[in-house]
């Protein structure tokens, strides 16, 4: 027996379900989507392993696993000929077109579309799965550039940006996505990337781990009831990543390009929402945002299906902090005298490195750990950094195969250099030439003296293929490596 007073908080709970009637399915809220990804998730932990050949098995395996939970509409080729599956999952009236990896080397939302498949398939008894599965259709397009994933590269195998196709459609891949848009007239797009992670949310903000965009469909950047359908789903985003960590969602940046794809599908009258996986410091930094996408996707669909984003508001889109580039990087050496090589007299100086991942993005073009900058850095940010106050830093060029610590530090002592007076270390590193020299693009070990008085520099640490070796770093922030509750 319910009490009264129970039914009048559920009443309030669930307010557009009238006691007496079918309550409406409750929405999952992040917290649940993010817990049960464990369990669910059938992508491998390298997002950057997954190819074509791998995304088909995978998806053949779930098609025997959940039956009739998706088709397999049509198939696109490729310029190298493979094979690029069109997903029509659900019945719904409302039709929604996601397509990932149109960059090849920008692979985290396909391995969460797989395990929202998964998802979807193993709770097909769930009221709010039936209700997604019945209002919506989803048209999917995982991985629309096998030859660039198959290269990890953005472009496709002739070499195009895809994403700057969308006019001129002289790629296959592109010519596809524009058919299947044509033919479908989805009323909502969701075009899924990866950013560089070394991106903050708004001046001074925490590293960005997902970016969104409502993209404009034309220079005004004008608001259409699609726009703001798509702002409102930026905020949804926002809001759910913020339940599981706060302050990791910024605005894309970026002007209307009217070559680009999501540009065009906002302007062809299919609003595109933009979601860019950023980077999260720490371990598992890869899966974690596999599994951030898996919350961002499912929590916003079933918004969608349920009606509630109807309730999310427009105007919150311009709160959302915007990227903030170029003062994030992966190490920060700070308050260094630096002897930087040609000689020249030490002076105080930051040096900032770089240590790229898997993937190129639209910014830094670093192949290896190497410096990006070196003088007065105290405006940007390391994910980690050390405090080299008091210390003399001077660039070694590292053999390669690069040294360990302790084999360097070996060799350096067999040559007096474990200990030694600042005029002889600076006069070693100047017979070394222009391969010691600490400039954007070095990407030898910087060696770390402490310096005591008038006594000789003793070698305490060094940065090695831009990790820090010998001596503590500071994680700068927590939100660097913070996780989830
Ligand atoms: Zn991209």
Redesign the pocket.
Known sequence: MISRMVLATLALLVPAAAIGEIPAPMAWNAKTLWDAWPTTRVSPPDPWALKHAGLRVALDQLNTRHPGLFSIVEEGLSSEGRKIPLLRVGSGPTDILLWSQM?GD?PSATLALMDVLNWLGTNQRDPVVQQLLSKLTLWIVPMLNPDGAERTQRWNAQEIDI?RDALRLSTPEGRFLKAIRDRVKPVIGYNL??QTPNLQAGKGGSQVAMALLSVPGDEAFSETPGTRQTKRLAVKVQQLVNTLVAGRVSRYDTDYTARAFGDSMTRWGTATLLIESGGWAGAEEAERLVRLNFVALLGSLSAIADGSIEQVKVQDYALIPMNHRDALTTLLVRNARLAGGRGLPPFTADLSFIVPGPFVGDALHYKEPAVVEVGDLSYAKGLTEVDATGMLAVPWPTAVPPEDWSSLKASLAARGLAEVNEAKLVATVHTLGESAVAKPGYTGAVLLYRTSGTGPLTLEGAVLRGKVVGIPVIHVSTEATGTPP
């Open positions: 960059h920008e994403n990337h990866n």
